[in-house]
């Protein structure tokens, strides 16, 4: 149904594809997962036809719908009701081929569970990009992995895949190992030959000891022979196991967000705080406390009452009524899913002139980005990379109060599962908004507040 051949495909000299081959068929779920930046929407463009690859071909047999990611910024719908309504057209046209560019992001529990209902409901093919290891666990038949300018699949769903990937890594670990001892063996053998033919060669004709001449050169030859072969066949052996690689491990990196609390104290206060748009009521008489080190999770159905509770508590929007009371001094740190608080033009280091560099370039590293990233500007990162650069900034600022408004969305499994570290460790006080359940069992929280 969906055929890739040979496929290379590079962007600015930088190469994403190579030689790169699969076939899917229908109908199945496959999940493509990776690190942010590795090539996954660009996969699906190109099968989509908006990008041509620079050599190799695509063949699709049947009509092709395409969900994107949907656009970020403030609009009358919030991004889980964008998401909604594109799902709700690409399911409605019954194409034979789905491309779904992270279709969960926003998207609540209903909504979510809708989508689940509906790729158990379609018999074509779907190949979907998401993070959601949930998600994907409830929908995936298979699992495509993308790294180092290929893919791999594997049957099963993320837990399948995660459970065979440590497999494999193990396998390869002990291969690895035997081989290096191997190594040190035929490298002695190497050694002691060597050392023969060197004896060998130093020896001199001595009329007692030897019986001729003739006989002593026979000898010395056949010695020389013999430690040749010994020596060209296990430097032969040596040379064909240098070719078995260190298997490659994802590492999962920690870090410390900086805060340090002596004791507990009211960080924030709501009192009966109430919002409207026009006839929609988003919250009403609203109360709730938080203090040092608790962790509250915001719950609710898409409609942009999260995030306007958000923008209420940081002074960018008003409420009807009621008050909020942040105590004196406390340190914010708001991350929002539609503003990452970036400036595109600019490096993270031009913007961040006070912060020592040695300091950024150590920290960066938890959250998978390279002297690159942090060194041009942010308009070339994709919207998982630019989600790093905003929780990067977090991580190197001392904060009493932490706001998160989806921060998940774009973020590969490997900087949710290093973010989710960094939270664990936190000992300061927590706010957020997530449909990630892992990430919200991870975390850790506390107390949970529906609107």
């Not at 570290?421 to 927590?430: F, K, P, V």
């Amino acid at each position: 149904m969906l055929r890739l051949s040979h496929l290379d495909f590079s962007y600015q000299d930088q190469i994403i594809f190579q030689n790169l081959s699969l076939v899917f068929s229908a109908p199945e779920v496959v999940a493509i997962i990776g690190d942010n930046g590795i090539g996954k929407t660009t996969l699906l463009r190109l099968i989509a036809g908006e990008l041509s690859p620079d050599d190799g071909v695509i063949k699709a047999q049947g009509s092709i719908s395409f969900l994107h990611q949907p656009p970020s910024g403030p609009t009358e719908q919030s991004g889980g009701e964008r998401t909604l309504t594109q799902l709700t057209r690409v399911f409605r046209d019954q194409s034979r081929i789905l491309l779904l560019d992270e279709p969960t992001n926003n998207l609540d529990y209903i909504g979510k569970a809708w989508l689940i209902e509906q790729l158990h409901k379609y018999r074509g093919l779907v190949l979907v990009i998401s993070h959601d290891r949930h998600f994907i666990d409830d929908v995936a038949d298979k699992i495509l992995e993308i790294s180092n300018h290929s893919a791999q699949i594997f049957s099963g769903n993320y837990s399948d895949f995660s459970a065979r990937r440590a497999q494999i890594v193990q396998e390869q670990r002990l291969i690895y190992e035997q081989v290096q001892r191997q190594k040190k063996r035929l490298t002695q053998q190497i050694k002691v030959a060597n050392d023969r033919t060197h004896k060998s060669n130093r020896r001199s004709y001595n009329k007692i000891v030897n019986e001729s001449k003739l006989r002593y050169s026979a000898q010395r030859m056949d010695a020389q022979n013999s430690a040749g072969k010994v020596l060209r066949a296990t430097q032969a052996k040596l040379d064909q196991l240098s070719t078995v690689q260190k298997p490659t491990e994802c590492k999962i990196y920690t870090t410390q967000l900086e805060r340090h609390f002596s004791h507990s104290k009211m960080l924030l206060e709501i009192t009966n705080l109430s919002k409207s748009y026009g006839h929609k009521t988003l919250f009403q008489n609203l109360n709730f406390t938080i203090k040092t080190g608790e962790r509250i999770r915001i719950t609710g159905r898409n409609g942009a009452r999260k995030s306007t509770l958000f923008q209420i508590i940081m002074g960018e929007t008003l409420s009807d009524s009621g008050f909020v009371k942040l105590a004196s001094g406390v340190q914010v740190g708001y991350i929002s899913q539609d503003r990452l608080n970036q400036d595109l033009s600019q490096s993270f280091f031009a913007q961040h002139p006070e912060i020592d560099q040695t300091k950024i370039y150590h920290t960066a590293s938890v959250m998978d980005l390279t002297p690159h990233d942090i060194s041009h500007p942010a308009q070339e990162l994709s919207r998982g990379q630019l989600t790093k650069l905003a929780i990067l900034e977090l991580i190197l600022n001392p904060l009493d109060l932490i706001i998160l408004d989806e921060i998940t969305n774009h973020l590969d499994i490997r900087a949710r599962d290093n973010i989710e570290s960094a939270l664990q460790n936190y000992h300061g006080a927590i706010l957020a908004a997530t449909h990630d359940e892992t990430f919200a069992e991870n975390v850790g929280f506390t107390h949970k507040i529906g609107l």
